[in-house]
């Protein structure tokens, strides 16, 4: 019969014939043949399927003998046996190569006919052994792939107990080294499903023998971490990483990061070939993977590594976003790496230039995927322009390639980027570790103490938290500069852009620090803050006039030490510098106008003048239990100091009219440095107008006037009743009584004060600190005082005004006003004015914490404000000045406060306010702020920053939507960036090496460390357990300010 059917498969009859016949063939295996018979066909259709000329020869011999094998299965159990097996596995057959796939194939058929023979447990044995041998030899795809169908039907033929772990091993190293020879589709598809067939085999295995888990991923990671540069392992490997259970993430990342044998090349490329797994198309979960490696290397802090793989790696990352198969991966790890790379902006600018392309592209194809992803890329691509604005010439285009799309909030890309960022990372991947050293959750930047420099970093914070001055500071081009401005840039620059969980403001305090302040030592805040804000107007204009001098020069920058501004004169009359309309940018964030009108009661003649102002102080209403016993100690005032101080308390020139202090009714107003720090020009003397009537109704106003209870009593005072007392009108009597020019003797009268020009930031400095006569003693007033979230100004605008303030910005120097100018306002009739309320928003709050004015700690509490302006619109002309809300021209009959701080209160959320503890910086609400004295008795606020709301202030010729000042903040000169680049650079080497050496303590250090919340138990203020003034008790010894 095998004669016959060898016969016919080589005829050249019509194939038709030649299929009868072969049935027949096939319809005869039922009858007996011997076993030479038997094993003659065995050989024949062996032959067929091996060495078949063409696949009809190929099908006759798989028919036959499956037929023959059927119907006689010992004889070809007899003849499929080990020796036969094994030598087609070692020899191959004939001219038949023994790694040719039909070898695998025919053994595979064979197994089939004889699964119920006892001898298949013997070739199950050899089977065992061969497979290992063969996949030790390194099989190609397609030869692997045809192993790995007959293990996978045959499960017993895999390798068992230590064979097993080192044929999973030595299968990992095979697929490492797949390659695929061709570029079309079709050949790709066929290595894809070959490719996917081994690592199914391998997910089996696991599944059934679990110890071989572990050591498989470790002959994965021993691949790609190889840093052979002949060897290349194969993407091939990522179809590994679908079937690696994601709950050993944790476990294996650890393990990765951790261990000390791995050396930083090595990690280096295993991340890299893991990057580019995103490539391979059906690989699930490789983004995954890829995310918790970046996570878990932030984690221990080894930042040399991720730079370089970012860098290495974005583009290619980003190109991956063309194809859709394996787009939703690439996204999420462009993401990650871009929104974590947040201390230089070269990862997001090597991409920028493909933006467009994609962008116009997919917005082309109208597909609702392509909708949904170019969405995401948008969001992404907002975010990073957020962080690194100061690009427009790249950022334009892709502005204009994204405007259809939804822009997310700024709270949003805020939220967004400070949990992305590799100080971020969660360390439960090492939890041996310390906790890191980044930026705490609220993405705000710390300021270090440098000892006892608290009163600079809460002022600095309250500085760099009001919205509008910071972008005005930013925007300035001071390259070439060393002036004092040039250094807050500096320092503002660094708040906003580092990674620092603080930033030593080394510099900046060398540099601002007033002459008088003794290094080391508890200073004045307020003191401090108005030296500050002096030192920049007074550097201002001298760079004014010397570029007025050197015109053909351009502005220049200068840098005027301490003493030279302490110790400036106010500059003639003329400078050009100077000319009104040119304000410096103090004058036009702080500057603001007081009146001063005093009235003879005698011939009823006036005299006023107009002067500046950048803060006002206000006093707390005198009680017959305290004045008499608390008066101010001119001697320990900011304002008293030396000739070398630049807050001098004024002395009265001998053409004034002299103003005599009374202590009856100023127990708590501070000398005149404290009480008013002006801007202006040299003192304006009081002009006298006779024959001018003053209403005899002031006397009234004075008597009917409230004065709040203090905190003993049944009201607490609020900061309005404060602003109330400052400008009520104030009888000068007995040993106060003006010298009247008219009358030529002194008289009683009438002096009022009015606000006829307000800042776009009002700072208000609460006066806490007064001496006591009796016990020699300096002593804080301790009572609270309720912060509104709005404040309404009474502002008066005259006809008269508008040529004073000319006279005035004429010569912009800083100069006090007498400590009486403190007092009272009562308008004249005489005056064309236009009463108006405007409302003004709290901004920040600078906190003393202690018992006196020897000893205790300042902090801040700020939120930011925009300079948008407020939707709410005010009474234009208002039939009353609005110190109490009763007397407000509002529409509706509702005060403006009211209506404003309603709606903010609705829009408030727990995270809108800050609380800046020198490095600390927390999350806080404005409920806090409220209560923070009356929690803690000797915390109280004692600067007050508000931000004027209405219209804009115009101060911005950046229009954000032109893209140039993407995150409302104006973008950085190169020289900035630079510096920021560079240290966020050595602040990551730093943390790295830090880790290291922490690493090698881990085993005998215990890790322990303070959440970085806040714990409303403890005072904001404190610095140990006995809070902010020293000890845990009002008679406790006070410390000094840390």
Not at 266 to 288: F, G
Not at 385 to 413: N, Q, R, T, W
């Amino acid at each position: 019969m095998d004669k016959i059917l060898e016969g016919l498969v080589s005829s050249s009859h019509p194939l038709p014939l030649k299929r009868m016949i072969v049935r027949k063939v096939v319809e005869s295996a039922e009858h007996w043949l011997d076993e030479a018979q038997c094993e003659a066909m065995f050989d024949l259709t062996t032959r067929l399927i091996l060495e078949g000329q063409d696949p009809f020869q190929r099908q006759v011999g798989h028919q036959v003998l499956e037929a023959y094998a059927r119907y006689h299965r010992p004889e070809f159990e007899s003849f499929f046996n080990k020796t036969f097996v094994l030598g087609l596995l070692q020899q191959g057959y004939h001219s038949l190569d023994r790694k040719d796939v039909a070898i695998l194939d025919y053994i595979h058929n064979g197994l089939k006919l004889i699964m119920s023979c006892p001898s298949v447990l013997d070739l199950f044995g050899l089977l065992q052994v061969e497979v290992l041998r063969m996949v030790c030899e390194r099989p190609e795809p397609h030869l692997c792939a045809r192993l790995s169908d007959l293990l996978t039907d045959f499960v017993q033929c895999v390798p068992k107990g230590k064979l097993s772990i080192t044929f999973c091993q030595q299968l990992v190293r095979t697929i490492g080294h797949f390659q695929c020879g061709s570029s079309q589709e079709k050949e790709l598809r066929e290595y894809v499903s070959q490719v996917t067939k081994v690592s199914n085999l391998l997910q089996n295995i696991w599944k059934a023998e679990p110890s071989t888990l572990l050591p498989s991923l470790q002959e994965v990671f021993a691949s790609i971490s190889s840093t052979d540069a002949s060897f290349e392992p194969s993407v091939a490997l990522a179809s590994l990483v679908q079937h690696i259970p994601l709950q050993m993430i944790t476990v294996l990342i650890r393990s990765l990061t951790t261990d000390p044998n791995v050396k930083d090349a090595s990690m280096t490329q295993a991340l890299c070939r893991m990057i580019d797994w995103l490539s391979w198309p059906l690989a699930q979960h490789v983004d995954t993977w890829v995310i918790a490696l970046l996570k878990g290397l932030a984690a221990v802090q080894k930042f040399t590594i991720l730079i370089d793989v970012t860098l290495l790696k974005i583009e290619l990352v980003f190109n991956r976003l063309w194809f859709p198969l394996v787009r939703p991966g690439a996204l999420a790890v462009l993401s990650h790496m871009l929104l974590s790379f947040q201390h230089s902006p070269e990862a997001f600018h090597l991409i920028v230039p493909h933006v467009v392309n994609l962008v116009h592209s997919f917005k082309s194809d109208g597909l609702p995927s392509s909708t949904a992803f170019l969405v995401q890329l948008t969001e992404l691509v907002h975010c990073m322009m957020y962080h690194y604005s100061g690009f427009p010439d790249l950022y334009e285009p892709v502005l204009e390639a994204v405007k259809d799309f939804p822009k997310p909030s700024e709270e949003k890309i805020k939220l967004i980027l400070n949990q992305s960022a590799w100080t971020s990372q969660s360390n439960a991947l090492a939890s041996c570790l310390s906790r890191l050293s980044g930026k705490s959750e609220t993405g705000k930047t710390g300021l270090i103490n440098l000892g006892n420099t608290c009163y600079m970093n809460s002022v600095l914070q309250a500085l760099f938290m009001a919205t509008d001055f910071r972008r005005q500071v930013l925007s300035l081009n001071l390259n070439g500069c060393n002036s004092l401005m040039k250094k807050l840039q500096h320092l503002f620059a660094f708040l906003a852009h580092t990674q620092r969980e603080a930033y030593a403001p080394r510099i900046f305090f060398e540099a601002s620090r007033p002459p008088w302040f003794t290094p080391r030592s508890q200073q004045d805040c307020s003191e401090y803050l108005r030296f500050l804000l002096d030192r920049l107007h007074e550097e201002e204009k001298i760079l004014r006039v010397e570029s007025s001098h050197k015109p053909s020069e351009g502005l220049g920058c200068v840098e005027t030490s301490s003493q030279e501004v302490a110790s400036n004169v106010a500059l003639p009359s003329e400078s050009p510098g100077t000319r009104a309309g040119e304000k410096t940018l103090i004058e036009k964030m702080f500057g603001g106008k007081l009146r001063t009108h005093i009235c003879c009661l005698n011939c009823r003649s006036t005299s006023q003048k107009v002067e500046a102002f950048t803060d006002l102080s206000l006093a707390f209403c005198p009680t017959p239990s305290v004045e008499d016993l608390s008066f101010q100690d001119p001697a320990s005032l900011p304002g008293a100091q030396d000739d070398d101080g630049l807050m001098q308390t004024s002395v009265a020139d001998p053409q004034e009219e002299p103003v005599v202090y009374n202590p009856a009714t100023a127990a708590f107003v501070c000398d005149s440095a404290v009480n008013q720090r002006l801007l202006g020009s040299p003192p304006v003397e009081f002009h006298c107008a006779e024959n001018t009537s003053v209403p005899s109704e002031s006397a009234k106003i004075l008597v009917s006037k409230d004065v709040p209870q203090n905190p003993g009593g049944e009201t607490t005072p609020s900061v309005t009743d404060l602003l109330n007392y400052f400008l009520a009108p104030e009888i000068l009597t007995g040993d106060n009584q003006y010298y009247c020019e008219n009358c030529a003797s002194l008289q009683n009268a009438e002096k009022t004060m009015q606000i006829t020009e307000e800042p776009e930031y009002l700072i208000l400095t609460l006066l806490r600190f007064s001496y006591d006569q009796k016990y020699h003693v300096r002593r804080k007033i301790l009572d609270n005082v309720s912060l509104p979230l709005v404040l309404e100004l009474p502002v008066k605008r005259t006809a008269s005004f508008s040529s004073l303030s000319e006279s005035w910005s004429v010569e912009a120097d800083f100069n006090d006003i007498n400590e009486n100018l403190a007092k009272k306002l009562k308008p004249g009739p005489e005056d064309a004015f236009c009463p108006k309320v405007v409302p003004y928003l709290l901004s920040s709050v600078v906190v003393h914490s202690g018992v006196s004015s020897e000893s205790g700690h300042y902090y801040s509490y700020a939120r930011n404000i925009t300079g948008s302006g407020s939707s709410h619109q005010m009474c234009p002309q208002s039939e009353s000045l609005a110190l109490t809300p009763s007397q407000s021209c509002l529409r509706g009959g509702e005060s403006p406060s009211t209506v404003i701080e309603q709606d903010l209160e609705n829009k408030e959320t727990s995270q809108e306010w800050f609380l800046f503890n020198d490095s600390r910086v927390t999350f806080t609400s404005f409920q806090s702020v409220q209560k923070i004295t009356s929690r803690f008795p000797k915390d109280t606020a004692y600067v007050l920053l508000y931000k004027k709301q209405g219209r804009a202030n115009g101060l911005r010729s950046d229009n954000p939507a032109s893209g140039v000042w993407v995150n409302g903040d104006p973008p950085l000169q190169k020289e900035l960036m630079d510096a920021i680049t560079k240290d966020n650079k050595l602040y990551l080497q730093e943390q790295e090496l830090n880790a290291r050496a922490r690493a090698l303590q881990a085993a005998s250090t215990s890790c322990s460390f303070r959440p970085n919340g806040f714990d409303d138990n403890d005072p904001p203020g404190s610095c140990g357990p006995t809070g902010g003034g020293g000890g845990g008790g009002f008679n406790a010894v006070g410390r000094l300010v840390f």
